[in-house]
């Protein structure tokens, strides 16, 4: 082979760019990242508002997901990032980490380790948070988490409207308890995306021990004798890894290489004549998502951010941004929301939700001429699986992403449930004086198969897949609990794909920890300098 590498890090999104910078502390050990996309020397990766410009197509693989059979074959853009930081720079900011519960699951699975209070020193460790230090948050780590800067008068009539049906306001979602509404921390640093190739990656390119390539896709992880040695990049050339190969594409980028690199169902790879390395069944399997749902209001003043669309107003936003650092270019536009219960007896929130201060902020979702705003929900613990597998041996080709949405009747009618109490939210009286009418599910939607019917045509992904890589004990987990390939050695999968059970939030900072804990383990096991290099 070509080169040699301690650690090669396939993919340099939020896990891998963590993987990055804290390997490389140690200096006695090379560490090669290769990320398949570009840079995000872009003002839209760096400006918090960029994120209306990344569902659209910005940063991404240009995936979609195939006909979802139980939505009347609607078919999702299914956005994947391609550049540098992955996922977290191209989303929404939102800093969440799901429910304390949803890692006590884990750890009741069998996956010790991974219960609440092991990893919420992980979560810690990554903050440099702005507001909070204490015992669920962190200064100092290289991950800047701020609150808005540039929220509107409307988000506080949201909270208003959510009181008056019970749902009380929480300031730190993140903190002891989960339920309420609030306005979410986000990833940013001084009113700029804090990315974690930005917070782990950039500040670190110093290093002599640390290399990363752009635009370098990988073709398949090299197996021999039951050991991964390295990769082979889309040109051929072969890259030696020493001690590990550490893949990172993500729910989607890591199950899809595994099956072109021969790991995965035997049967799926021997239809596309591709050879068998390993026989497993789950790899690409498992896959969960939180299906989105939006009820869109229309305003009867200039109480959004809409009309900021226009040219006029737009220059108008870029110099309050540049000289104040306010306006629509310095909120990320989906800061407040919260979290509360489509089932009452649910063990924790099983409902999030995400204020938008526009409409057709996201791919596919309707603008209202007038401007409005828009109040998405999500059931947060769906029973449905789907699956990640590939139509062709051809690196090139898209994989088959079925997210197998509303598979489970139970998850139909929770998602339901969430869309009407977005309904409801938005229709009581600390709100009426901005808005002037629902539009959208609006009101000829009226029975169960009327909002069935609403769904299947306006819904998304919320970006939070997982599962496809599944951790456990199991004879049938694709990685055990320091996330290591069952049945290859010198292969680990850092990412969101491991988590057995998708969290009840957004994923990134998960993402992150994830990645946090495995960089100790890592060292751990390797024997590695476990401080800051010099």
């Not at 609030?182 to 190739?197: E, K």
């Not at 599944?470 to 292969?491: E, F, P």
Request: contains cysteine; hydrophobic residues 35%.
């Amino acid at each position: 082979m070509s080169q040699g590498f301690d650690f090669i890090i396939i993919g340099g999104g939020s896990a891998g760019s963590v993987l990055a910078g804290r390997l490389s502390e140690d200096p006695a050990v090379n560490v090669l990242l290769l990320e398949a996309g570009g840079s995000d020397r872009h003002p839209f990766y760096h400006l918090p508002a960029g994120f209306a410009k990344m569902t659209k197509g910005i940063g991404s693989w240009g995936w979609d997901t195939v006909p979802q059979k139980h939505m009347q074959n609607k078919v999702f853009r299914y956005t994947q990032a391609k550049v540098i930081g992955g996922g977290s720079a191209i989303n929404a900011q939102i800093y969440t980490r799901g429910n304390a519960q949803d890692y006590d699951d884990w750890r009741q699975m069998g996956c010790d380790g991974w219960g609440y209070e092991d990893v919420l020193p992980y979560f810690r460790k990554a903050e440099d948070n702005e507001t909070y230090e204490n015992r669920y948050h962190g200064k100092g780590g290289p991950l800047g988490v701020s609150e808005p800067s540039a929220p509107l008068p409307i988000c506080e009539a949201y909270f208003d409207a959510a009181a008056e049906i019970g749902i009380p306001r929480n300031m730190d979602i993140n903190g002891e308890k989960q339920d309420g509404v609030c306005y979410y921390q986000l990833t940013q640093r001084n009113v700029r995306r804090s990315s974690a190739a930005m917070a782990y990656v950039a500040p670190n390119k110093h290093r002599k021990n640390l290399t990363v390539k752009l635009g370098a896709q990988v073709r398949r992880i090299i197996v021999e004798f039951g050991r991964a040695v390295g990769v082979e990049m889309l040109n051929g050339t072969k890259l030696h890894a020493d001690r590990e190969v550490l893949l990172c594409s993500g729910a989607i980028g890591s199950p899809r290489l595994l099956q072109l690199s021969g790991i995965g169902p035997a049967d799926h790879l021997r239809s596309l004549d591709i050879d068998v390395v390993q026989d497993q069944s789950e790899i690409g399997a498992n896959l969960q998502d939180h299906l989105d749902l939006y009820c869109i209001s229309e305003l009867n003043g200039p109480f959004s951010y809409d009309r900021y669309a226009k040219p006029q107003w737009a220059a108008y936003a870029g110099l309050q941004y540049l000289f104040a650092r306010k306006g629509p270019v310095a909120s990320s536009l989906f800061e407040t929301g919260g979290f509360w219960y489509a089932d009452p007896d649910a063990r924790s929130p099983d409902i999030q939700f995400h204020l938008g201060l526009g409409t057709g902020i996201e791919h596919g979702v309707a603008t209202m001429p007038q401007g409005g705003v828009t109040l998405n929900s999500c059931y947060l613990r769906p029973r449905s699986r789907g699956s990640v597998r590939l139509q062709s041996a051809d690196p090139a080709k898209a994989p088959l992403i079925d997210p197998n949405y509303l598979q489970d009747p139970l998850d139909r009618e929770m998602s339901i449930r969430g869309l009407k109490l977005t309904q409801e939210i938005l229709s009581q009286s600390p709100l009426s004086k901005y808005i002037m009418a629902e539009r959208l599910p609006g009101p000829d939607v009226k029975s169960d198969q009327d909002y069935f019917d609403f769904i299947s045509e306006h819904s998304k992904t919320s970006h939070h897949c997982a599962g496809t890589c599944r951790m456990g004990v199991d004879d049938n987990a694709v990685v055990d609990t320091r996330l290591r390939m069952n049945g290859i050695d010198g292969l680990r999968v850092v990412d969101n794909s491991i988590m057995p059970t998708v969290i009840s939030s957004n994923t990134n900072a998960a993402a992150i920890m994830i990645s946090e804990k495995a960089a100790d383990m890592i060292k751990s096991d390797h024997k590695m300098q476990m401080g800051e290099a010099a």
